[in-house]
């Protein structure tokens, strides 16, 4: 896993512009603390941060390699390719000879075998730039899930790149301006494909190639996901599933540097744990797992409308039945409302996404593995894949032509969710903005051929999570964990599995009338009982009074600065009476309010954006 950055500029020797591509990458020295390279020819110039998990000594990048012409190509990647080897085997039947065992030299010189071809036959997670010398262009391509980020900013001769914005922002040609429809996007939850909230800059779309020569920017798709018939009764169903995921994890288990799980008790997480303990047992070998917790959060507990029990008790389950080597990391309120922490998440995630202690305890929990892992499994997107979201079974989402989370999260919010000035809440008009997207995300799915009209609902809401909502989780996932140098793989994102589950109709994933009833099913030799009847609790939040009373402080303080360009967009009289409201009185919108105005304030001190409300 690494950080990757680029610039080409057709019209111009970028020889002279080392310090400037330097810099670009500098700016993710987190992602790859390992190593750093840099390579310049002529028009095309490549940034590379290198965390090590594959071939150690061998895997310096930028990398290049001579074609049969004589022309170079260069890679500069981030990522794993998990059927590397594979992959190595073919190409060597072809006539290529390999100098290093890294799966980074495979994807090289399978591109100069099979072109941009090469990101079909890939299994993994990656993004990766290539300036083809031959043809004299670029070619950006990214994993089919959208696991690994990549960004691009056109300009007047060529092209910016980076795995963040950070990357491309600190080029002088890059203008920090975030636009009404960026800021729309902001505030919505809906991840709009290829959108990237700083005007100019896009996202390279997940399953696609964009490739980038002296006439202009060319995307093509290379993978979607697809509606297919599917024909498997409901044994041959978990079957399957269950002989994919061991394939599946046994290739992530892969690296030549410590692994562990991530375990939160859910049942995620527990399967992936029970079938990495179950592999690794037989080559004499344990798991390391880690769970997050907070100080006194399992004995004051109390249930809300999320979670209806705390972890703790199940991941003790879990690691006694898998025999894994495990660690709580147990957090207190004073550290995850720092201002300092939140500081950290919204520079590693160049946004302020207002998730609060969701985000703080993720950094903590990544930064405590990062001292005896490098990588880590984690249970991330199976809800999207089998369908465990509680809206899955709300037959208000069920019947709703919108985004389905926005149902519960609308309800969740309440009347103090809205923190918007008048006229910010004019100018951005998002409910219009967010039916538009709904209608659009919608009008490209396929219906299978006799599906009844409840399997179609059905099959829609499954296609929006798996290519709207997940990313945004998946996005999270990568910049919290890359900003301490830990890689996270997510097994549940496998294309195969993606495919298969996807095209398995409502009433198989669901047959015993509960959430994610084909992974249950097929990895319940792996679970203790107590896990296996556990309802869906996702990630968890602090429910500590005094975490909720340190961020009224801080929002506190920003109101003594009225001056702050943070109250173009939050109104000062709802910020003052969510202050003002007390811990008891802070339901989920004011709280959630609250997190967005801290992240807004640090966003805005840090990038100093210019915002445009039309």
Avoid at 98 to 118: C, K, N, Q
Wanted: glycine share 8%; net charge negative; aromatic share 8%.
């Amino acid at each position: 896993m690494c950080g990757i950055a680029g610039w080409v500029s057709f019209d111009r020797d970028l020889t002279r512009e080392r310090e400037t591509v330097e810099a670009m990458t500098e700016t993710m020295a987190c992602r790859g603390p390992d190593d750093s390279g840099t390579w310049i020819a002529g028009p095309a110039a490549l940034g590379h941060r290198r965390l090590a998990v594959i071939d150690l000594p061998g895997g310096r990048q930028p990398m290049s390699a001579e074609a049969s012409s004589g022309r170079t190509a260069a890679l500069v990647y981030s990522g794993e390719s998990y059927n590397y080897e594979e992959l190595r085997a073919e190409l060597r039947t072809r006539g290529h000879r390999f100098a290093t065992a890294s799966d980074t030299e495979v994807v090289l010189r399978g591109y100069l075998e099979w072109g941009e071809g090469v990101a079909e036959r890939l299994n993994g997670m990656y993004a990766f730039a290539i300036w083809d010398e031959r043809e004299r262009k670029l070619v950006l391509i990214r994993d089919r899930m959208g696991i690994k980020p990549l960004y691009y900013y056109p300009t007047d001769d060529g092209v910016l790149f980076g795995s963040e914005p950070k990357a491309i922002l600190a080029n002088p040609l890059a203008r920090r301006r975030v636009g009404a429809d960026g800021l729309r996007e902001l505030f919505t939850f809906i991840k709009t494909p290829g959108h990237a909230i700083w005007d100019g800059m896009r996202e390279v779309e997940p399953g696609t190639v964009v490739t980038v020569g002296h006439g202009g920017v060319r995307t093509t798709r290379y993978w979607s996901l697809e509606t297919r018939p599917h024909t498997d009764d409901k044994d041959a169903t978990v079957a399957r599933v269950r002989e994919l995921l061991d394939d599946i994890v046994g290739r992530q288990l892969v690296a030549d540097v410590p692994r562990c799980t991530l375990l939160s008790g859910g049942l995620d997480s527990s399967a992936l744990t029970g079938l990495a303990a179950q592999q690794l047992a037989a080559e004499g070998q344990s798991v390391r797992s880690f769970a997050v917790d907070f100080v006194g959060h399992t004995e004051n507990f109390v249930a809300d409308a999320l979670r209806d029990t705390p972890d703790g008790p199940f991941v003790h389950d879990v690691a006694r039945t898998a025999q894994t080597r495990h660690e709580d990391i147990v957090l207190g309120s004073g550290e995850l409302a720092d201002m300092e922490l939140r500081s950290k998440m919204v520079r590693a995630r160049d946004l302020p996404m207002g998730f609060g202690d969701l985000d703080t305890s993720l950094y903590l929990l990544f930064k405590a593995i990062r001292g005896q892992s490098t990588v880590a499994l984690s249970g991330e997107s199976a809800d999207e894949v089998f369908g465990g979201y509680k809206q899955f079974f709300d037959p208000r989402a069920q019947q709703s032509d919108e985004f389905p989370w926005l149902v519960g999260l609308r309800e969740m919010r309440g009347e103090h969710g809205d923190f918007f000035t008048d006229e910010a809440r004019k100018a951005l008009d998002l409910e219009t903005y967010t039916q538009d997207g709904y209608d659009a995300a919608v009008s490209g799915i396929q219906r299978l051929e006799g599906e009844s009209d409840f399997e179609f609902r059905m099959r829609k809401i499954c296609h929006l999570h798996l290519t709207r909502f997940v990313r945004v989780l998946l996005d999270r996932k990568d910049r919290a964990s890359m900003a301490v140098g830990l890689e996270v793989r997510v097994p549940f994102c496998d294309h195969r599995l993606v495919e298969y589950v996807y095209n398995t109709p409502w009433s198989l994933k669901s047959f015993d009338g509960r959430e994610k009833s084909l992974l249950r099913e097929a990895t319940a030799d792996v679970l203790p009982t107590s896990v296996y009847d556990r309802v869906k609790s996702p990630y968890p939040s602090t429910q500590d009074p005094g975490y909720v009373a340190a961020v009224q402080k801080a929002a506190a303080d920003v109101l003594a600065t009225p001056s702050h360009p943070v109250f173009e967009l939050v109104s000062r009289d709802w910020l003052r009476q969510a202050v003002e409201a007390g811990s008891e009185g802070i339901d989920p919108g004011r709280r959630q309010g609250l997190e967005r105005t801290l992240d807004l304030v640090v966003w805005m001190d840090m990038y100093a954006p210019a915002l445009t409300l039309s």
